[in-house]
């Protein structure tokens, strides 16, 4: 397996770790409980996320994950839990504007969708990300700047610890069956263990546990030829 995959994972992580209630200078897409409703009591957060990125003091990212059969209609979606509620995140791709360009569309659990047109034939180590567009579920998506490619991004660096590899087979997962590999990470007393799949979609994690309890896990992974999009957009896409 690719070290950028299991980069991808641990970056999970710090991505949906905790509620981000009235931060005006992080980003992500990690959300809130429903129970949480300080995050969000007296500000619209999924607002200035958005403001953030339409007056550029925040840009989307230049690489994206993406599996190596790319169609319209895939969705995946997965469920995130550190210890201040559940959250999920939903990708699907939703149209193909080019013979190898792809419209991704990632809805957080704040509603933000982020957007993006990417290049399923860039190669290894460069961007894949040609523009970008945000906005609420069910609104138009407004088109922001992508984050400037610098040479190492995307590049993992060794994990720490002890590093156990093993191979799975028909492990069901969202109502499909994957094979793959579980990576295991012992450190300062921590035992994480990331289930990465062969045939899986977007960043092909299906489960991370910390600790034997279940931080991440794949929910659905489903085709549907007539998607229905996150954002409204334009009869031409």
Known sequence: MRKSVFL?????????????????SGGGTGGCSAAEKACGADTDVAQEMIDRYLNGTQKASAWVALHETVSVGQ???VESDF?????????QVVAKPAKSEFIIENLSAQGVVLAY????????????VKKAWIGKEGAEPK????????????????????????????????????????IIVKDSGNTTRTWIAKNGWFSKVIRMDMNDKT????????FDEKVETFLKWPEAK
């Open 8 to 24: 991808l994972a641990v970056l999970l992580v710090g991505v949906t770790a905790a509620c981000k209630t009235k931060d005006k």
């Open 75 to 77: 969705m995946w979606h």
């Open 83 to 91: 210890g201040a509620g559940k959250s999920t995140d939903k990708w």
């Open 117 to 128: 047109e990417v290049d399923a034939w860039a190669d290894a180590g460069t961007p894949n």
């Open 143 to 182: 088109e922001i700047k992508v984050a400037e490619w610098k040479a190492g991004m995307g590049e993992a660096a060794d994990a720490p610890g002890i590093v156990v590899r093993e191979d799975f087979a028909n492990v069901e997962m969202g109502g499909k069956k994957f094979d793959g590999e579980v």
């Open 215 to 222: 931080m991440i896990k794949l929910t659905k992974a489903h």
